[in-house]
């Protein structure tokens, strides 16, 4: 919920210092489980911790409020992100973070509908997020609900036609429950993402299918809330976040390298991924 | 057996490159996933025979049969979720339907993917591939039969899937062997009850063989590389003399290879039979060796099996 009897200053201060445990924690698990992707789930660290700890209606005593804010990881594969802030917020023990990808584990290598507290709906398939958050707003609509439904989408995973069909039919639905943030850190698995498939311009062509866009700094927790805060005012459209970004963000041997998309750090790479992460806190 | 170097999706692709070499007319087709199938070798040599479409399956495919409808041979390259399912339609009916020359490398089949979860374990891709007209389905198991499937891929005329593994297991094949459409591979003759398998399995198959001599049952072991057209001659000769069959796949129990020779036994030579996968479930994310002793499919569940299977005999 929003809350504002704090000013926008302190709100981003506070949601900077949890955004560094969300970090903490994603490197902890990767390196925990010597398997995931580092890159994608830091550089969308400050995105998620925003809706999670800031703007979204969202009781980890109540994960199936029917008013709650819906979320979606369409680029499932940086779930470390996400199960970091349902464990924080108190969705389930933080000592499950511990079991990511092992078996029996209530943390799958991607997002688990049944098996993760919280979890609202299942992806790791690309491309598939837009249209699930099509379906969830058509409901919330149908219902009559005020919830939103936020969507973090990849860069590269803009490539599939299917999020293309997706953002026709927001439009044709005047959607204006469904916002969607794309993490655009410039890189996909084979490379950069203009060189493996270029799609820019990206905000004309959302614009093109009738979207509001709005063009922010991904890691600004100001420009992040206010950019949120538009997007819950906009009527009749679909809302489309671009937040400028940085793969592997806060660790800085991890900054925009592909090879860190989906590659456990070793002991001597953690302990430096921890103090990257830690310096970050004196500036 | 020895451990393995290299999973058999980078031996595919370590073949193509040298094989790009002797045959300069056919290109690759990547979905961004280059670095993972290992395209990206050929890709860095011959740039203008390599085309990365991005994350976009069923556009890939779509160009790769656009690319092979005047004969052209594709090679397409994803992981077998995506290739199976989310561009099936496109393979079905351009791909297939047409009969052209696109052979697919797919990745992390079966649970071989375990560790990333359900999204990337190919657990129908069997089903779903030979039940294509016109597709043939081949299932390397090491080092040197995926390379010998890419030039079996190659030399066959129309669509062929090739069923890869995410991780490197074991190496049974020496580089002289040779690999057929329709062949398969008789690991280890036993008398008392015919095993087969394809790919990994084939590993476990092998493993449960050595416990069952302890228990005096010898288990004839069938690597059934080439999925379809299968060897039925040698499945035949095998079954008519140890009047049972077990037959083990890291897929569904439905629709894999199991329903396949159980439906051929059936209509041609009935022996005793059981098939073993995953029973109408998803698995789950973990180690590999702890996915499948979880889900049915180790050596030790295949060597229980095998008694059973036997004991009925009795
Ligand atoms: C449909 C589909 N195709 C391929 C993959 C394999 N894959 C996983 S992550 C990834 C790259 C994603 O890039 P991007 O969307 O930019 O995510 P980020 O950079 O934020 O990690 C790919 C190709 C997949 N998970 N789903
Ligand atoms: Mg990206």
């Not at chain 2, 980078?10 to 007319?25: I, N, P």
Request: charged share 25%.
């Amino acid at each position: 919920m929003l809350t504002t009897s704090k000013t926008l200053d302190e709100r981003a201060k506070n949601l900077k210092t949890i955004a560094r445990e969300v970090r903490l924690n994603i490197i902890d698990m990767i390196y925990t489980a010597q398997s995931g992707h580092p890159g994608g789930a830091l550089s969308a660290a400050d995105i998620v911790t925003a809706l999670y700890f800031d703007i979204m209606k969202f009781d980890p005593k109540n994960l199936k409020w029917p008013d709650r804010d819906r979320f979606i990881l369409s680029k499932g594969h940086a779930c470390p992100v996400w199960y970091a802030c349902l464990a924080m917020k108190g969705a389930f023990p933080m000592k499950e973070l511990k079991t990511l990808r092992q078996l029996n584990s209530i943390l799958q290598g991607h997002p688990d509908k049944l098996k993760t507290p919280g979890v609202d709906m299942t992806t790791g398939s690309l491309g598939q997020g837009l249209s699930i958050g099509v379906g969830m707003a058509l409901e919330g609509k149908l219902e009559k609900k005020n919830y939103h439904v936020f969507i973090v989408l990849g860069d590269g995973e803009l490539n599939e036609g299917m999020i293309w069909e997706a953002a026709a039919s927001a439009h044709k639905y005047h959607l204006d429950n469904l916002i969607a943030i794309v993490d655009r850190n410039h890189l996909q698995m084979d490379g950069f993402t203009e060189e493996v498939m270029p799609m820019e311009p990206i905000n004309k062509k959302f614009q093109a299918f009738n979207w509001e866009v709005i063009t922010i700094d991904g890691h600004n927790m100001k420009e992040i809330l206010l950019a949120l805060e538009k997007a819950l005012t906009i009527k009749k459209r679909p809302i489309c976040i671009i937040a400028n970004t940085v793969k592997g963000k806060c660790v800085d041997f991890m900054e925009n390298i592909r090879e860190w998309h989906g590659l456990a750090p070793n002991e001597e790479q953690y302990k430096k991924a921890v103090e990257c992460i830690r310096k970050g806190e004196q500036e | 057996m020895k451990k393995a170097d290299v999973a058999t999706r980078k031996a595919f692709s370590q073949r193509m490159l040298e094989y790009g070499e002797m045959d300069k007319h056919f290109v690759v087709f990547e979905a961004d996933i280059g670095y993972s199938t290992y395209s990206y070798l050929f890709g860095e040599k011959y740039p203008e025979r390599y085309f990365n479409m991005g994350i976009a399956e069923s556009n890939t495919m779509g160009a790769a049969a656009g690319m092979a409808a005047d004969g052209r041979t594709v090679i397409a390259c994803s992981y077998g979720v995506f290739i199976t399912m989310r561009a099936i339609e496109t393979v079905r009916t351009f791909i297939c339907y047409p009969n052209l020359n696109v052979k697919f490398l797919s990745s992390h089949g079966g649970i071989t993917a375990a560790i990333d979860g359900v999204t990337h374990q190919a657990t129908e891709d069997i089903a779903f591939m030979t039940t294509l007209p016109n597709m043939k389905v081949l299932v390397p198991a090491d080092t040197i039969a995926a390379k010998k499937c890419f030039d079996l891929a190659i030399k066959t005329s129309g669509p062929v899937f090739i069923r890869l593994m995410r991780d490197p297991l074991f190496d049974v094949y020496d580089p002289d062997e040779e690999f057929l459409l329709g062949g398969s591979k008789i690991l280890e003759k036993g008398n008392d009850i015919t095993i087969v398998s394809y790919g990994d399995i084939i590993f476990q198959a092998l493993e449960s063989s050595a416990m069952l001599k302890k228990e005096g049952i010898s288990a004839e072991i069938i690597d059934m590389y080439s999925v379809k057209p299968f060897d039925y001659q040698t499945l035949i000769n095998s079954i008519s003399k140890t009047g049972a069959l077990l037959v083990v796949e890291n897929h569904q129990k439905r629709n894999g290879l199991g329903y396949e020779l159980s439906n051929f036994c059936l209509k041609n030579y009935p022996v005793l039979f059981d098939n073993m996968g995953l029973d109408d479930t998803f698995a789950e994310s973990g180690k590999y060796d702890l996915v499948i002793e979880k889900y049915g499919i180790s050596a030790n569940h295949i060597a229980k099996k095998a008694m059973e299977i036997i004991n009925k005999r009795k």
